[in-house]
C-alpha cells in the first residue's frame, strides 16, 4: 500500500535511523490485512483440507494430517506473497536493503544504550523459555484429535506415515519455515506492526497481539496460550525495533518439531 493509498497515512513513526519511510495504516487498513491472511487460513483448514482428505490414502488420522500440511502451507506461502505485494506497493521496490528496513529485518537496538546487535540478541534467551512455559501452563480446549501435530507424531499410525516419508518431511519443513520465518512473523511483527502505532499509538503492539490471536481461526484451541505468546512476541519485537526477534523465538517450537519428526522419519 503506497503513502498515498486511502487506507494509510504519511506519518512515519519508527524513531530507529532508517531512510525507509514507513507509511501507516489506517484501522480499516490493518483490518483488511488481517482478514487477507486470517480468513484464507479459516476456509483452508475447515473447508478445504475435509474435502482434500478424502483424496489422501493412510489409516485413521493421516489423511486428514495430508490435507491439513497441504492447506495450511498453501495459506502460508500465501502471507508470504501478500507481504511482497503490499511492500511492493507501498515502497515500489523490492530491493533488500529497502525491505530490510520496512520489514524491521534488521538486528535489535537497545532503546537504552543504542547498541545494535551482540549482546542485545541475548534477549531471545529468555522470551524462548517464557513462551516454552506458556505452551506448557496454559491447556488446550476442544483440540479435534485430527487436527493436532503432537497427536500424529505421538499415534502409531502417525509414525507409520512419518517413517521414510522424506517427500513429507520436506513439505512440513516448507510449512514449519513459512510459519515461523516468512509467513505469520513477517506479516504480522514485520509488515503490520510497523505500521500501526498511528492507529493505535502505545498501545499498536497490544492491538497486534490480539489481531494475532484473533488469527488463529484455523486452530482455535491455540489461542489461550497464544493471546500470552502474542504480548511475548510483539512487544519485544517493537522495543528492539526488530522483527528478527518475534521470527527467532517463534522458531524455537519450529525447530523442535522439526527434529522431533526427523527422528520419526530416520
Known amino acids: 500500500m503506497s503513502a498515498s ?15 525507509v519511510e514507513i507509511p501507516q495504516l489506517r484501522i480499516r487498513g490493518i483490518l483488511a490485512v488481517w482478514a487477507a491472511a486470517a480468513l484464507p487460513m479459516a476456509a483452508l483448514a475447515w473447508l478445504v483440507a475435509p474435502v482434500l482428505a478424502d483424496r489422501f490414502a493412510g489409516n485413521g488420522i ?36 529497502t525491505v530490510r528496513e520496512a520489514l524491521w529485518l534488521r538486528p535489535p537496538r537497545s532503546p537504552r544504550s543504542g547498541r545494535v546487535g551482540g549482546r542485545v540478541w541475548l534477549i531471545v534467551i529468555p522470551l524462548i523459555v517464557a513462551v516454552t512455559a506458556v505452551n506448557e501452563l496454559i491447556p488446550t480446549f476442544g483440540a479435534p484429535e485430527n487436527r493436532v501435530l503432537a ?4 499415534s502409531d499410525a502417525g509414525q507409520a ?16 519455515i513459512f510459519n515461523t520465518v516468512l509467513g505469520e512473523e513477517l506479516l504480522f511483527r514485520g509488515y503490520l506492526l510497523p505500521r500501526m502505532n ?9 492491538v497486534n497481539g490480539l489481531l494475532f490471536t484473533g488469527y488463529h481461526l484455523h486452530v482455535p484451541w491455540v489461542m489461550p496460550g497464544t493471546l500470552v505468546e502474542s ?24 525447530v523442535f518439531f522439526a527434529v522431533v519428526v526427523l527422528l520419526i522419519v530416520v
Open 231 to 254: 504480548f511475548l512476541l510483539a512487544y519485544p519485537t517493537k522495543r528492539y525495533r526488530s522483527a528478527w526477534i518475534g521470527i527467532a523465538v517463534h522458531s524455537a517450537q519450529s
Open 62 to 97: 493421516v489423511p486428514m494430517f495430508k490435507a491439513l500440511i497441504v492447506c495450511l502451507t498453501a495459506g502460508l506461502i500465501w502471507q508470504f506473497v501478500l507481504v511482497a505485494i503490499l511492500v511492493s506497493r507501498e515502497q515500489r521496490t523490492l530491493r533488500w536493503s
Open 151 to 154: 497427536t500424529l507424531v505421538g
Open 161 to 176: 506415515f512419518l517413517d521414510g516419508a522424506w517427500g513429507w518431511y520436506g513439505l512440513l519443513l516448507a510449512m514449519f
Open 198 to 206: 498511528g492507529a493505535f499509538g502505545r498501545g499498536d503492539w497490544v
Open 5 to 19: 493509498y486511502p487506507l494509510t497515512t504519511t506519518a512515519r513513526t519508527d524513531t530507529a535511523p532508517s531512510s
